[in-house]
């Protein structure tokens, strides 16, 4: 069974400082892809980035990269230069298989907050 | 704005009440997921339809039923409503050529 695991409740990190959300996963299958969603207080759910199990190099988007570790099976999330706005609840979540048509598994959540 | 559509924003109904919550996809995905969100058991897979069809069950109750119509919109019913179902419904789709599900902003269902 497919299982993700984010061992922070909550962290806190001082403005314009990096931090690095953790996340581990479990799962039998050699096909599957990673990904990172974030969620303001206002609840909608956005799309961070997305880690392929085949993919060499880790993913990046702007101040977001993926740290991709799969011997160990785990895809931490890097925020550079964190922002106020970045305050918000994240979420990594597996797809098994590379197609984009199964649905995610999400694991319990970190609940960032971004000091001034 | 990730094109996903979910009707109503905000539900609050008595226990015992029956609703429907309404998701229309972003433009050609065939693939739409319904999620619960709640405070003790976080994001919860329901239930997945592709192209019309049923294609996987997460941990939709029995009270629970859901479809996708053919202008490929959907549907979640939920009836006889439970106080423990007050939670966050999400919609999301896909679609070919798409590694990531794109969400709608959620329906807030408030049972009292």
């Known amino acids: 069974a497919q299982k993700i695991t984010q061992t922070q409740p909550g962290m806190f990190v001082q403005e314009k400082e990096a931090v690095t959300l953790d996340c581990t996963y479990d799962?039998?299958?050699?096909?599957?892809?990673l990904f990172w969603y974030k969620q303001p207080s206002s609840g909608e759910m956005i799309f961070l980035i997305y880690?392929?199990?085949?993919?060499?190099q880790n993913a990046t988007e702007g101040r977001y990269s993926l740290n991709f570790q799969k011997a160990r099976k785990s895809a931490n999330l890097v925020i550079s230069a964190s922002q106020l706005g970045d305050s918000a609840m994240y979420f990594c979540?597996?797809?098994?298989?590379?197609?984009?048509?199964?649905?995610?598994?999400f694991g319990k959540g970190t609940k960032l907050s971004v000091k001034p | 704005d990730s094109g996903v559509t979910q009707t109503p924003k905000h539900l609050i109904t008595a226990t015992g009440q029956r609703v429907t919550l309404r998701c229309s996809p972003r433009s050609g995905d065939l693939s739409v997921y319904w999620y619960q969100q709640s405070l003790d058991q976080g994001l919860q897979f329901l239930i997945q339809?592709?192209?019309?069809?049923?294609?996987a069950k997460g941990n939709i109750l029995e009270r629970f039923s859901a479809q996708q119509f053919p202008d490929l919109h959907s549907e979640l019913n939920l009836s006889s409503l439970e106080l423990g179902d007050s939670a966050l419904y999400f919609c999301a789709s896909s679609g070919a050529g798409n590694t990531e599900a794109f969400f709608g902003q959620g329906t807030r269902l408030t049972v009292v």
């Open positions: 339809y592709y192209n019309g069809e049923e294609r």
């Open positions: 880690q392929g199990s085949y993919d060499e």
């Open positions: 799962t039998s299958d050699q096909s599957y892809g």
């Open positions: 979540a597996m797809r098994e298989g590379l197609g984009s048509q199964g649905n995610l598994i």
